[in-house]
């Protein structure tokens, strides 16, 4: 193992993710619960090596959910037996710190014990999935370790407070995010608007964690009285990515973030802000040309969602489905389309582990040049029918492909394929 992870104390080193880290952390994992039994209410692998294609330090993090820091008192002998020593002087009054290496202070794991109801464990498990789940953040997050790597390489303390920062911003945006879909009881102010699509606001008392209450929107209800149980359907987030007040909805109800934008825009103060919701509504238009009787696709390739997708993007407020797809190859690739109408698929399919994602897609020929434009795309491809199904992500959007390349062949009367 010590080939895969490990590092000296004091100094840091970037690797790439390895799928060994997880097979590390599952034995370690393992061990402790035979140590611990009952004792620990939860174990799980945490840290940068638990979060997938990003850069990491070799050293796994590992948190263990306990009810009292009294309850492992007698279990350190049995810790330490196993390799895992204690290490009271980093102790914190929040974290009980372990580690596991050699004498030479060459460390392949910590272990931070902390109490299971404490906003430390809600942290560790709520970064590891916000940036699973968010590519373009855990991207953020690898930028700011890479620079600080090239000032720090022998200084872990300075890289480590230089962190402090991007973290703080990611948890506050992951404890948010971590509401999406959660059932949730408001106390209502007031309305603010009772057209087709009421809206009311409201406040949540004792989430925020800094005593203050979170405050929220409440739609697609009438008289919601004054309090009202419902489910976060979107957070609003600030030009500054900051998140601001959550969106509650019935259970039932599928707001997509452009319907969202039209009931609660006229309330915000800031009206360039960034809905995250957990119905999404994209649209998006297969570009194709024709090269020697092949039919050709566009995709492009994203920095961050490892791997190719059809141009599209989400619906803005007010836009048509049409609109958005005309604007989203503008946007991304430079191609100026004029979509067939008589060409229209819907997919729709999840993404883990709460978003609902349905993709309307039309279709356009173009012969002219790609480029890249909007920041995030990497590059752009034309490919064959096959070529591009082994490219794209989603069993659906190839599903998709295949009635576009039985369309287009329609049109051109078999001058093609």
Not at 31 to 48: K, N, P, R
Not at 236 to 261: C, H, L, M, R
């Amino acid at each position: 193992m010590k080939s895969i992870i490990g590092l000296k104390r004091g100094t840091v080193k970037l690797h790439k993710h390895k799928k060994q880290w997880r097979e590390s952390a599952a034995e370690t994992i393992a061990m402790l619960y035979e140590v611990l039994g009952d004792t620990a209410c939860d174990i799980q692998h945490v840290g940068s090596t638990s979060v997938v294609h990003i850069k990491a330090k070799p050293v796994i993090d590992i948190a263990v959910a306990v009810n009292s820091f009294s309850d492992l008192d007698g279990y350190i002998p049995a810790l330490e037996a196993r390799g895992v020593k204690y290490r009271p002087e980093v102790n914190i009054d929040s974290e009980r710190f372990f580690v596991i290496g050699d004498e030479s202070d060459f460390f392949t794991h910590h272990i931070h014990v902390v109490p299971v109801t404490s906003r430390e464990w809600i942290n560790y498990i709520n970064f590891r999935n916000y940036l699973n789940a968010k590519p373009f953040a855990a991207g953020q997050y690898e930028e700011v370790k890479i620079n600080l790597l090239k000032k720090y390489k022998h200084n872990r303390k300075a890289y480590t407070d230089g962190k402090a920062g991007i973290i703080a911003k990611l948890l506050k945006e992951a404890f948010a995010w971590s509401y999406l879909g959660k059932t949730v009881t408001v106390t209502v102010l007031k309305s603010l608007s009772e057209k087709c699509v009421p809206v009311y606001s409201g406040y949540i008392e004792g989430v925020t964690g800094d005593n203050e209450p979170q405050e929220v929107y409440v739609i697609g209800v009438n008289n919601p009285g004054c309090v009202y149980t419902g489910t976060v359907t979107a957070i609003i987030y600030g030009q500054d990515n900051t998140p601001g007040k959550w969106v509650v909805a019935p259970a039932e109800a599928s707001f997509n973030q452009a319907q969202i934008a039209e009931v609660i825009l006229p309330f915000e103060q800031d009206t360039d802000v960034f809905i995250d919701s957990v119905h999404r509504k994209s649209c998006g238009v297969i570009v194709y040309r024709i090269v020697d009787g092949n039919i050709e696709y566009l995709l492009v390739k994203e920095y961050y969602c490892y791997g190719w997708s059809i141009p599209k993007g989400h619906m803005e407020a007010g836009e048509s489905e049409a609109d958005t797809a005309i604007r989203e190859a503008w946007e991304e690739v430079g191609v100026r389309v004029t979509p067939d109408m008589g060409f229209i698929r819907t997919v729709e399919y999840t993404i883990q582990p709460v978003y609902k994602k349905e993709v309307v897609f039309r279709i356009s020929e173009f012969n002219g040049e790609s480029r890249v434009v909007k920041p995030g795309i990497e590059a752009t491809g034309w490919f064959v029918l096959s070529e591009a199904k082994k490219l794209l992500k989603y069993q659906e959007t190839c599903a998709v492909m295949e009635d576009a390349e039985a369309y287009i062949a329609g049109l051109h009367k078999g001058g093609a394929a």
